[in-house]
C-alpha cells in the first residue's frame, strides 16, 4: 500500500519532458521542509491505495502518450513506490520520478527518469543529498536557485562532482524569489552546460493553483 495525496492530468512543466501531457500521482508525507516548497498539502494528506489501484486510475486518464509522474511529497520515503514504478515500467509508461535525492535513487528500475533537485543553501533543506546517487545513470539533477549565493553554490558542486559530463544539468529560479532573466543571463556569462527550466504548469496557470 501506498499513501497518496493526489491524482491529476496536466502539461509536464518541469524536467527534459516539459511540455508533455502528464499524469500525475503525487505521494504523502516529505522528511523536508524546503522554504519554497508548493506542495505542502501533501505532507500529511491522502490515502493508501494497492498498486493495481493506482494503475486502474492512471489508465482512466487515458493519457495518448504514456507520461506519468510520480512526485511528492518525497515518493521513496515510502518503499513500495519503487514496486509501482516498476510495474508501471513494464506496463510500457515513460516515468518520472521527481525526489529531492536525499534517499537512495539507486534501487529505481533504470527504465525510469529520476529528476533530484539536490537542495541550495537557502533551500532550507541544505546538505542532504546523497553523494551515492551520483553513481545512478538515468539522472536530471535540478537545482532550485534562490539567490547569487545558491547559483555559485551550485556551478561550485557540479564542477567539484564533474556532474556537467555526465549529466543534464536543470537550473530553475525559484518562484517569487529569482527573476528568469537574471538566472539566463548568469547561465550565459559563466558558459555553463545547463539548462534554464521554468515551472511552466506556473506561466499557463494560476502559480497557487492546485492539480496543475
Not at 500521482?25 to 498539502?41: A, E, I, M, P, Q
Request: aromatic share 12%.
Amino acid at each position: 500500500m501506498i499513501k497518496i495525496n493526489e491524482f491529476f492530468y496536466s502539461i509536464q512543466g518541469e524536467s527534459s519532458y516539459a511540455g508533455q501531457p502528464t499524469v500525475f500521482v503525487r505521494t504523502t508525507g516529505c522528511h523536508l521542509r524546503c522554504h519554497y516548497c508548493d506542495s505542502k498539502y501533501s505532507y500529511f494528506e491522502g490515502d493508501y491505495l494497492t498498486i493495481d489501484q493506482i494503475v486502474l486510475k492512471i489508465k482512466a486518464y487515458g493519457n495518448p502518450n504514456g507520461f506519468v509522474c510520480v512526485t511528492g511529497g518525497e515518493p521513496l520515503l515510502q518503499p513500495p513506490v519503487f514496486d509501482l514504478v516498476k510495474t508501471l515500467c513494464d506496463l510500457n509508461y515513460k516515468v518520472s520520478v521527481e525526489t529531492s535525492g536525499a534517499k537512495s535513487v539507486l534501487n529505481l528500475d533504470p527504465r525510469a527518469l529520476a529528476v533530484v533537485d539536490i537542495k541550495t543553501p537557502d533551500s532550507g533543506a541544505a546538505d542532504t543529498f546523497l553523494l551515492e546517487n551520483l553513481k545512478a545513470t538515468n539522472l536530471e539533477l535540478k537545482f532550485v536557485i534562490c539567490s547569487k549565493a545558491d547559483f555559485d553554490w551550485a556551478i561550485s558542486f557540479c564542477r567539484q562532482h564533474l556532474i556537467f559530463d555526465k549529466f543534464t544539468v536543470l537550473l530553475s529560479p525559484a518562484w517569487g524569489l529569482i527573476e528568469p532573466f537574471w538566472l539566463a543571463e548568469q547561465i550565459l556569462e559563466k558558459k555553463i552546460s545547463a539548462r534554464l527550466q521554468l515551472q511552466q504548469h506556473k506561466y499557463i496557470w494560476n502559480a497557487e493553483q492546485r492539480g496543475v
